[in-house]
């Protein structure tokens, strides 16, 4: 396989990662403003900057979670 031909399918692993996570964090906020109202602007950074372990373990504990601190703990 090319130099060329390796880079490209790292870049395209790279994107799918980046979809996923972005995709998560979507998800996660329409999540969080279903259950505790609109997220301030803070909290929508916070989300769209987290890794994807992150952002698994806050979908997580969604479920349970008596406030927006639980799940963000």
């Known amino acids: 396989?090319?130099?060329?031909?390796?880079?490209k399918r790292e870049a395209r692993r790279e994107g799918r990662v980046e979809g996923r996570v972005e995709g998560a964090a979507n998800v996660l906020l329409r999540l969080l403003s279903a259950r505790f109202?609109?997220?301030?602007p803070e909290i929508v950074a916070r989300v769209r900057a987290a890794k994807e372990v992150e952002l698994e373990r806050w979908a997580?504990?969604?479920?349970?979670?008596q406030t927006l601190g639980e799940v963000l703990a």
């Not at 109202?37 to 301030?40: D, I, L």
């Not at 997580?60 to 979670?65: D, P, Q």
């Open 1 to 7: 396989m090319s130099t060329a031909e390796q880079l």
């Open 37 to 40: 109202g609109p997220p301030a």
């Open 60 to 65: 997580a504990r969604i479920m349970h979670a």
